[in-house]
Antibody
Framework: EVQLVESGGGLLQPGGSLRLSCAAS????????MHWVRQAPGKGLVWVSR????????AYADSVKGRFTISRDNTKNTLYLQMNSLRAEDTAVYYC??????????WGQGTLVTVSS | QSALTQPPSASGSPGQSVTISCTGT?????????VSWYQQYPGKAPKLMIY???KRPSGVPDRFSGSKSGNTASLTVSGLQAEDEADYYC???????????FGGGTKLTVL
Protein backbone atom coordinates (compact mmCIF):
# COMPACT_ATOMS: atom_id res chain seq x y z
CA GLU A 1 0.00 0.00 0.00
CA VAL A 2 1.29 3.43 -0.97
CA GLN A 3 1.59 5.53 2.17
CA LEU A 4 2.94 8.89 3.30
CA VAL A 5 3.18 9.63 7.02
CA GLU A 6 4.08 13.11 8.21
CA SER A 7 5.48 13.96 11.61
CA GLY A 8 7.10 16.85 13.42
CA GLY A 9 4.25 19.32 13.75
CA GLY A 10 3.55 21.20 16.93
CA LEU A 11 3.01 24.49 18.71
CA LEU A 12 5.75 27.07 18.69
CA GLN A 13 6.32 30.77 19.04
CA PRO A 14 6.85 33.23 16.20
CA GLY A 15 10.43 33.22 15.01
CA GLY A 16 10.92 29.59 15.90
CA SER A 17 12.04 26.67 13.77
CA LEU A 18 10.64 23.25 13.05
CA ARG A 19 11.48 20.34 10.80
CA LEU A 20 8.73 18.24 9.31
CA SER A 21 9.34 14.72 8.08
CA CYS A 22 7.38 12.52 5.70
CA ALA A 23 8.06 8.79 5.64
CA ALA A 24 7.17 7.13 2.35
CA SER A 25 6.40 3.47 1.75
CA UNK A 26 4.80 1.21 -0.82
CA UNK A 27 6.44 2.80 -3.86
CA UNK A 28 9.86 3.64 -5.26
CA UNK A 29 10.40 6.95 -3.48
CA UNK A 30 13.35 7.98 -5.64
CA UNK A 31 11.18 7.85 -8.79
CA UNK A 32 8.85 10.67 -7.74
CA UNK A 33 8.98 14.41 -7.35
CA MET A 34 7.67 15.22 -3.88
CA HIS A 35 5.80 18.27 -2.66
CA TRP A 36 4.55 19.99 0.46
CA VAL A 37 1.09 21.53 0.44
CA ARG A 38 -0.47 23.41 3.34
CA GLN A 39 -3.94 24.38 4.44
CA ALA A 40 -4.55 27.12 6.99
CA PRO A 41 -7.52 26.57 9.32
CA GLY A 42 -10.75 27.02 7.37
CA LYS A 43 -8.87 27.97 4.21
CA GLY A 44 -7.93 26.36 0.91
CA LEU A 45 -4.96 24.35 -0.28
CA VAL A 46 -1.71 26.08 -1.14
CA TRP A 47 1.40 24.63 -2.75
CA VAL A 48 4.46 25.31 -0.56
CA SER A 49 7.46 23.59 -2.09
CA ARG A 50 8.64 20.79 -4.35
CA UNK A 51 11.78 18.78 -4.92
CA UNK A 52 13.02 16.71 -7.83
CA UNK A 53 13.69 12.99 -7.67
CA UNK A 54 17.39 13.43 -6.95
CA UNK A 55 16.99 16.46 -4.73
CA UNK A 56 18.91 18.83 -6.98
CA UNK A 57 15.96 20.97 -8.12
CA UNK A 58 13.65 22.76 -5.70
CA ALA A 59 10.97 25.44 -5.82
CA TYR A 60 9.15 27.46 -3.21
CA ALA A 61 6.07 29.62 -2.88
CA ASP A 62 6.98 33.30 -2.53
CA SER A 63 5.49 33.33 0.95
CA VAL A 64 8.08 30.86 2.28
CA LYS A 65 11.08 31.53 0.04
CA GLY A 66 14.21 32.10 2.09
CA ARG A 67 12.65 30.67 5.25
CA PHE A 68 11.75 27.08 4.30
CA THR A 69 14.04 24.42 2.86
CA ILE A 70 12.84 21.19 1.29
CA SER A 71 15.11 18.16 1.14
CA ARG A 72 14.94 14.40 0.79
CA ASP A 73 16.89 11.31 1.71
CA ASN A 74 16.25 8.62 -0.87
CA THR A 75 18.15 6.06 1.24
CA LYS A 76 15.64 6.57 4.03
CA ASN A 77 12.57 7.16 1.82
CA THR A 78 11.97 10.39 3.69
CA LEU A 79 11.03 13.93 2.70
CA TYR A 80 11.76 16.92 4.91
CA LEU A 81 10.70 20.52 5.30
CA GLN A 82 12.90 22.74 7.44
CA MET A 83 10.89 25.77 8.51
CA ASN A 84 12.68 28.77 10.02
CA SER A 85 11.56 32.23 11.11
CA LEU A 86 8.03 30.97 11.50
CA ARG A 87 5.15 33.42 11.45
CA ALA A 88 1.56 33.25 12.63
CA GLU A 89 0.47 33.00 9.00
CA ASP A 90 2.41 29.75 8.64
CA THR A 91 -0.13 28.10 10.92
CA ALA A 92 -1.60 25.26 8.87
CA VAL A 93 -1.89 21.56 8.31
CA TYR A 94 1.09 20.54 6.21
CA TYR A 95 0.61 17.68 3.76
CA CYS A 96 3.31 15.66 2.09
CA UNK A 97 2.37 14.74 -1.47
CA UNK A 98 3.51 12.34 -4.17
CA UNK A 99 3.16 14.14 -7.47
CA UNK A 100 3.37 13.31 -11.15
CA UNK A 101 2.92 16.05 -13.76
CA UNK A 102 1.09 18.31 -11.36
CA UNK A 103 -1.27 15.65 -10.04
CA UNK A 104 -1.18 14.66 -6.39
CA UNK A 105 -1.77 10.93 -6.52
CA UNK A 106 -1.02 10.34 -2.85
CA TRP A 107 -1.50 12.61 0.18
CA GLY A 108 -0.23 12.12 3.67
CA GLN A 109 -2.59 12.51 6.61
CA GLY A 110 -1.13 15.92 7.42
CA THR A 111 0.63 17.39 10.43
CA LEU A 112 -0.53 20.54 12.20
CA VAL A 113 1.86 23.42 12.74
CA THR A 114 0.64 26.18 15.05
CA VAL A 115 2.62 29.38 15.40
CA SER A 116 1.40 31.48 18.29
CA SER A 117 2.73 33.48 21.19
CA GLN B 1 0.94 32.38 -9.34
CA SER B 2 -2.68 33.41 -8.76
CA ALA B 3 -5.18 30.89 -7.52
CA LEU B 4 -7.67 29.37 -9.92
CA THR B 5 -11.23 30.67 -9.58
CA GLN B 6 -13.96 28.39 -8.27
CA PRO B 7 -17.44 29.26 -7.01
CA PRO B 8 -17.43 29.14 -3.20
CA SER B 9 -20.53 26.96 -3.09
CA ALA B 10 -22.69 24.64 -5.17
CA SER B 11 -25.69 22.52 -4.33
CA GLY B 12 -28.10 19.98 -5.68
CA SER B 13 -30.70 17.47 -4.59
CA PRO B 14 -30.05 13.74 -4.45
CA GLY B 15 -30.07 12.25 -7.92
CA GLN B 16 -29.43 15.56 -9.65
CA SER B 17 -26.26 16.66 -11.41
CA VAL B 18 -24.07 19.57 -10.43
CA THR B 19 -21.13 21.15 -12.24
CA ILE B 20 -18.31 23.05 -10.56
CA SER B 21 -16.17 25.36 -12.69
CA CYS B 22 -12.49 26.20 -12.34
CA THR B 23 -11.17 29.16 -14.29
CA GLY B 24 -7.54 29.90 -14.87
CA THR B 25 -5.40 31.33 -17.62
CA UNK B 26 -3.42 30.16 -20.63
CA UNK B 27 -0.44 29.73 -18.30
CA UNK B 28 -2.18 27.00 -16.31
CA UNK B 29 -5.58 25.46 -17.12
CA UNK B 30 -5.57 26.56 -20.73
CA UNK B 31 -1.97 25.64 -21.37
CA UNK B 32 -1.87 22.06 -20.17
CA UNK B 33 -4.12 19.02 -19.98
CA UNK B 34 -3.05 18.46 -16.39
CA VAL B 35 -6.06 19.61 -14.43
CA SER B 36 -7.01 17.59 -11.38
CA TRP B 37 -9.85 17.63 -8.87
CA TYR B 38 -9.74 16.70 -5.19
CA GLN B 39 -12.48 15.91 -2.69
CA GLN B 40 -11.97 16.80 0.95
CA TYR B 41 -14.10 15.98 3.96
CA PRO B 42 -13.70 18.10 7.12
CA GLY B 43 -10.60 17.15 9.07
CA LYS B 44 -9.40 14.74 6.39
CA ALA B 45 -6.75 14.80 3.72
CA PRO B 46 -7.88 15.52 0.16
CA LYS B 47 -8.53 12.63 -2.21
CA LEU B 48 -7.84 12.62 -5.96
CA MET B 49 -11.07 12.33 -7.96
CA ILE B 50 -10.08 13.40 -11.49
CA TYR B 51 -6.68 13.84 -13.13
CA UNK B 52 -5.44 14.94 -16.56
CA UNK B 53 -8.76 16.74 -17.09
CA UNK B 54 -11.03 13.71 -17.39
CA LYS B 55 -9.38 10.56 -16.06
CA ARG B 56 -10.66 8.77 -12.96
CA PRO B 57 -8.39 6.91 -10.57
CA SER B 58 -9.35 3.39 -9.73
CA GLY B 59 -12.17 3.32 -7.18
CA VAL B 60 -13.70 6.71 -8.03
CA PRO B 61 -17.33 6.29 -9.12
CA ASP B 62 -18.11 7.10 -12.75
CA ARG B 63 -20.64 9.64 -11.45
CA PHE B 64 -17.64 11.97 -11.33
CA SER B 65 -16.43 13.37 -14.63
CA GLY B 66 -14.18 16.18 -15.78
CA SER B 67 -13.85 18.35 -18.84
CA LYS B 68 -12.08 21.47 -20.09
CA SER B 69 -12.77 24.24 -22.55
CA GLY B 70 -10.19 26.93 -23.04
CA ASN B 71 -9.10 28.30 -19.68
CA THR B 72 -12.00 26.74 -17.75
CA ALA B 73 -12.17 23.21 -16.39
CA SER B 74 -15.28 21.62 -14.92
CA LEU B 75 -16.15 18.82 -12.55
CA THR B 76 -19.58 17.25 -12.94
CA VAL B 77 -21.11 15.05 -10.29
CA SER B 78 -24.09 13.11 -11.61
CA GLY B 79 -26.66 11.25 -9.55
CA LEU B 80 -25.78 13.22 -6.43
CA GLN B 81 -25.55 11.23 -3.23
CA ALA B 82 -25.37 12.38 0.36
CA GLU B 83 -21.75 11.25 0.64
CA ASP B 84 -20.75 13.64 -2.16
CA GLU B 85 -21.21 16.56 0.23
CA ALA B 86 -17.64 17.83 0.68
CA ASP B 87 -15.21 20.51 -0.43
CA TYR B 88 -13.82 20.20 -3.94
CA TYR B 89 -10.58 21.76 -5.17
CA CYS B 90 -9.26 22.00 -8.68
CA UNK B 91 -5.59 22.23 -9.46
CA UNK B 92 -3.47 22.76 -12.53
CA UNK B 93 0.09 22.08 -13.62
CA UNK B 94 1.91 25.31 -14.41
CA UNK B 95 5.09 24.13 -16.06
CA UNK B 96 8.19 22.25 -15.00
CA UNK B 97 9.81 25.24 -13.31
CA UNK B 98 6.82 26.15 -11.18
CA UNK B 99 4.71 24.88 -8.36
CA UNK B 100 1.16 23.94 -9.19
CA UNK B 101 -1.83 26.12 -8.45
CA PHE B 102 -5.09 25.33 -6.66
CA GLY B 103 -8.53 26.82 -6.86
CA GLY B 104 -10.05 28.35 -3.75
CA GLY B 105 -12.37 25.41 -3.23
CA THR B 106 -16.12 24.80 -3.63
CA LYS B 107 -18.33 23.53 -0.87
CA LEU B 108 -20.83 21.11 -2.39
CA THR B 109 -24.05 20.71 -0.44
CA VAL B 110 -26.50 17.90 -1.10
CA LEU B 111 -29.89 19.30 -0.22
Amino acid sequence: EVQLVESGGGLLQPGGSLRLSCAASGFTFSDYWMHWVRQAPGKGLVWVSRISTDGTTTAYADSVKGRFTISRDNTKNTLYLQMNSLRAEDTAVYYCARVKTGTIFTWGQGTLVTVSS
Amino acid sequence: QSALTQPPSASGSPGQSVTISCTGTSRDVGGYNYVSWYQQYPGKAPKLMIYEVNKRPSGVPDRFSGSKSGNTASLTVSGLQAEDEADYYCSSYTGSNNLGVFGGGTKLTVL
